[in-house]
């Protein structure tokens, strides 16, 4: 156990590994919350705290877990402190992390997480939801990020404030896209600012709304559901568009990189206008868009990311597109294969590549790259999202 500290309403709580652990009198979904993946994000933390405390399991269908990612880092109140644990679930680190000898302070915290992870999705029954929470270094709505399958944009959806598509293509290694990789429903939730109180309000606020649209709580037992909805929607400023990420300023190695005060997330932002210094050069906008992200802290290697709303025609018509699987017309094109047997992936090469427009891939859902030095891999969620567990809920 260690002690957790906010800045924001000034108390400190005692926090295990387990947060909470409800398991209900009735089946139904599993909900499992994380947060403190980032050690300095600690309103995910206290807002379990404080709403876990007020559920009675006679009132639960289902199974609620709410754990603590990185504890030693929430202890010291830093984003990490050997490595970014936010960054490590490829296979290829899993892979490498069964076979070392010595362990650094977020290798021990992942391969804890990793067991009970999987303790969780073996021993419990689905349809499973997975949620973190997370803060940012700058100003911001509250907003939902997440990997762009149908699952998680429909369920999403539910929620009164904006989506961002398509930050997997631009980040190795989050949590979420690992376990959305085994097919789950998992989004990430944004709730504001790191110290600012109304970042716990918010998270305090997604906490209802998840468990009931979950089902795992009635709506009639939650009877401030319709303020916490309220509160999301006034926060959010009434924006519920879905956007998709369209460019990372990557922060390279040794470079000294300052952003610009006063520059918030979802801020519109014109090409020319200067958003941070890079070794004292000037760094401007290549588009007419909206800023996402503009880090205001010194560990993180994304200095800022910019987005742009998706049309609602393009959204409906990349379902269709989905639905009727058409990416495997693809690899009847000269220079386009499966990756794999289990068809996860298209294998693409660099050669070929140059005739598709990058938008085309991503209707179909083709959105995590990894390059080599021939080939382009573009990684699909649609194919190992376990949609058969979840048609029968109402939101789908």
């Known amino acids: 156990m260690i002690q957790v500290f906010s800045n924001a309403i000034d108390k400190t709580i005692p926090v295990d590994r387990i947060i909470t652990h409800i398991k209900g009198k009735h089946k139904g979904a599993t909900i499992v919350f994380f947060a403190g993946i980032h050690g300095n994000e600690t309103a ?60 650094n302070t977020e290798d021990i915290e992942q391969l804890e997480v990793f067991e009970l992870l999987h303790d969780i999705i073996t021993t419990n029954n689905g349809p499973f939801y997975f949620i973190d929470f997370h803060t940012t270094s700058s100003k911001t709505l ?55 109180k109304e970042a716990i309000d918010n998270c305090i606020s997604f906490i209802h709304l998840a468990l009931v ?62 958003l941070a210094n890079s070794n004292e050069e000037h760094i401007k906008s290549k588009f007419n868009a909206r800023l996402f992200m503009p880090l205001y802290q010194t560990k993180g290697e994304e200095g800022f990311f910019i987005i742009k709303p998706i049309k609602p025609f393009f959204l409906k018509l990349s379902e269709v597109l989905r639905y009727l699987k058409f990416d495997s017309l693809l690899v009847l094109f000269p220079g386009i294969s499966w990756g794999s047997q289990e068809k996860e992936a298209l294998k693409v090469d660099l050669k070929v590549v140059k005739f598709f427009a990058k938008p085309v891939f991503h209707l179909l859902g083709y959105r995590n790259k990894k390059l080599s030095a021939k080939h382009l891999m573009l990684y699909n969620r649609e194919r190992n999202s376990k949609t058969k567990s979840y048609k029968n809920q109402y939101w789908y």
């Open 44 to 103: 995910g933390v206290f807002a379990l705290d404080e709403v876990m405390k007020t559920i009675d399991s006679k009132n639960v269908n289902g199974t609620i877990y709410a754990i603590a990612g990185n504890l030693k880092a929430l202890k010291e109140k830093q984003r990490y402190l050997k490595k970014d644990l936010n960054r490590l679930w490829t296979k290829e680190q899993l892979e490498a992390l069964n076979s070392k000898d010595s362990f």
């Open 142 to 196: 509250p907003f939902i990020t997440i990997n762009d399958a149908l699952i998680n944009r429909k369920f999403s959806k539910l929620f009164p404030v904006p989506i961002v598509l398509g930050i997997e293509e631009y980040l190795d290694g989050p949590l979420l896209s690992y376990i959305n990789e085994l097919g789950y429903v998992s989004l990430g939730f944004e709730s504001g600012q790191h110290d600012d």
């Open 213 to 274: 649209y979950t089902q795992i709580i009635a709506k009639d037992a939650s009877p401030q559901f319709q303020d916490y909805f309220d509160q999301l929607e006034t926060n959010a400023n009434q924006l519920s568009e879905i956007f998709e990420v369209i460019y990372l300023y990557r922060i390279k190695n040794n470079e000294v990189f300052k952003m610009k005060p006063g520059f918030k997330s979802f801020q519109y932002i014109h090409k020319g206008l200067v």
